[in-house]
Structures are given as C-alpha cells and as structure tokens.
C-alpha cells in the first residue's frame, strides 16, 4: 500500500439537514486547509499533510483515521449552549474547552469522554489507543487551537471553536493531526463579532436557502481563504544579535546562531570587547538600533564580563548574558554576569538554546509564527516525556511478568 494518498476536499461541506452545493467550495477548502496544515507543520505540529497537489487536492501521508471528533471551545456558542442550558452565549473558557465526539452518523455524533475512548479499546495501524494516547490527542488539540487563534490575532479575528481530527501514520505508527481543516472547521468572528461571522454558521442561520444566499456564504468562504494565506506571514520583524568580547568564543555563539535558526530568527555574530573598546561596542549597538528593527543583544563574554552589562546600561533593546564557562575558573566567572550594578537589567542563562529562547519568546509577543514554534516546542516535548513513561511502564510490566512466570514454574 502506497504512504501517502492524495485528499480532496468535499465539495459539499460536513453532515448537515441541508444538501446545498457550492460551486467551487473544493478549491476553496484545499486553499484553506493547505495553507493551515501548513503553517502547523511549520511550527513543528505532525500532521498527516505533506504537500498542496492541485486547486482541488493535497498530498497526505497515509493513516488510519481515529473515529473521534476533537473540539477546543474558546467561546461558548453554537450546540454546546443546547447542551449545557444557563451558560449564556459569549462565555470564555480559560484554558479553552477540550469535548470529543464519536463519529456515528445513526446517532448524530454522541459526546464521548475520556473513559469511553479508553473502553472501546481501539486499535489502529497496531496502535491501540490508551490513557496515553488519548492525553497526547487532548494536548494537541489544545495547543492546535492556541496556534491558530494566535496567527487569526493579527487580523483582528477572533477563533471562536475548532474541529479535528487525528490518525496512525501507517509507516510511523504515530498520531497524526489528519483529514482536513477548513472553513466547516472553525467560527471565525472577525472583530470578535458574531454577526460578522465568516463560517459555515452563516450557512447554517440561513432562513431560505436562495441563489443570492449562496452565494454570499460563498463569499464568506472566499474571505478566509484569502486571508488565510497571511496566516504563514508575520509583519514583526526581529533579530538577534551576538556580541563575543573574543573570537576564541565564536563555537558557543555558533549554537546561539543554530538554535535562532530553529525559531526562523536571523543572527548575527560580531565581535567587541567592553574593556578594550568600550567606543567601539557602543557604535555597534548603534548601527542595530539606527536601524528600526527590534533586536536582542546577546552578550557572550567568561571571565570578567562587562560587555553585557555595558550593553544594558547603554541600551533599551532587551540584554541576556550567555558565557562561556570553563572548567576551571567557570564557577567564580559566573558571577561577573550574575552581580550588576542596580538599574540594569541583564539576565544570564548558560545554555547557548536557552538564549535563543529568551530571544524568542520576547519576538513571540508579536510574531505568531515564533509564538507557534515556542507553543509546539512544548507539546513536543510533553509527548515525549509521556511516551518514555509509557515505554518504560511497559518495560517494567513485561519484566515483572516474566519474574512472575519464572516463580511459577519452581
């Protein structure tokens, strides 16, 4: 069986009472749903998409889809208000709401909980799904929306709920975001309105079904996959900049430089030293604050280290210390980057990722494709740890079995 296979979007929507066609709502779909699996696989998200194929198609590794539906609620509206009588429409939830429903056309899709996933015990791709696997859908779910309201943010849209699903990469045998994410995803609020709503709810709130109707759902539909390319945009510029007091240190700003790399922030490596020409590392920061675009300074310096100091008490772009240490003066160099004079502000981190974190995270404040790898940095570690306990209970399991079975045959 060949991994990937090739998806098309419905051209008629999700299951609803009505059956009304749109003409062109395919390319529309596969525009929205590429451009978001996109920006998510970008982030770092694992998804089952690997490529846009045509107007009306996209390239998918294969899976085996879990029978779930996973919905994240901002917002409270729609049928959660039905279910759920004296919670008025607007209500927020903080963190946002995480419900799953099971795909069964015969009874319109029952909620479910965790504890009736677990029980029915499936199994795909020779995966069966457990406790673990249905906290690493959960997570996911929660960090997918959080990725995607942050990136509808900067054109002033309001995600109000959201739509996936997941399967078992067949090759991989991991869960994947998969099937598709489009306009029947999601309630888009354009300025956190509701009349102003650009989703399928507008087909929905339809009192007659006309031409004209039609055809301004469609223009609905047509709005966001315009838009929604500028999800892979960011406005925000940013950089970093590392200030070495000596070339000797240019390996340890070398993993600064890879790691912003990570985070798809530029870096750039100079050489300066406070003590020896102070004149000098002040026109430095000059020339990258002349300039408009936001800047972390980095300063790398062991011994005595002035020039992250220096650059704080001169400078209002934000300053962090990463030194070098060495084996043998390290533990009293430290405190050069550690002890500063009052009203500078300079915080020191020894790991050379960990500064281009700090940098990060300052640019993520107002750049949603940073934010987005910071958020699915840590969902991704998060399921790494759960499935290391999972791998290692499972260790110890099979270990106390055979324990077992040995005593058994004395």
Known sequence: MCSHAVKRPNNGGKRTARKDRMEGKAAISNTTTSCVFQLLQEAGIKTAFVRKQSDTAFIAAHCEMIPIEWVCRRIATGSFLKRNPGVKEGYKF????????????????????????????????????????????????????????????????????????????????????????????????PAGDRSQQKDKQSYRDLKEVTPEALQMVKRNFEWVSERVELLLKTKSQGRVVVLMGSSSDLSHCEKIKKACATFGIPCELRVTSAHKGPDETLRIKAEYEGDGIPTVFVAVAGRSNGLGP?????????????????????????????????????????????????????????????????????????????????????????????????????
């Open 94 to 189: 903080y963190p946002p709401k995480i419900e799953m429903f099971y795909k069964d056309d015969a009874n319109n899709d029952p909620q479910w909980s965790e504890e009736q996933i677990i029980e029915a015990k499936f199994c795909f791709a020779g995966l069966t799904i457990g406790q673990t696997e249905v906290d690493i859908m959960s997570r996911s779910t929660q960090a997918i929306f959080e990725i995607l309201e942050k990136a509808w943010q900067p054109q002033n849209c309001t995600l109000v709920d959201l739509k996936i699903e997941f399967g078992v990469n067949v090759l991989t045998k991991e869960i994947v975001l998969a099937d598709v994410i489009d306009n029947d995803s999601w309630r888009l609020w």
């Open 310 to 410: 220096v650059m704080s008490g001169n400078t209002a772009y934000p300053v962090v210390n990463c030194p070098p240490l060495s084996a043998d003066w390290g533990t009293q160099d430290v405190w050069s980057s550690l002890r500063l004079p009052s009203g500078l502000s300079c915080p020191t981190t020894l790991s050379p990722e960990g500064a281009a974190q700090f940098a990060a995270q300052i640019f993520g404040l107002n750049n949603h494709l940073v934010w987005a790898k910071l958020r699915s940095n840590m969902l991704n570690t998060w399921i790494s740890l759960k499935q290391a306990d999972k791998k290692l209970r499972e260790c110890s399991l099979g270990t106390s079995t055979k324990a077992t079975n040995f005593w058994g045959e004395i």
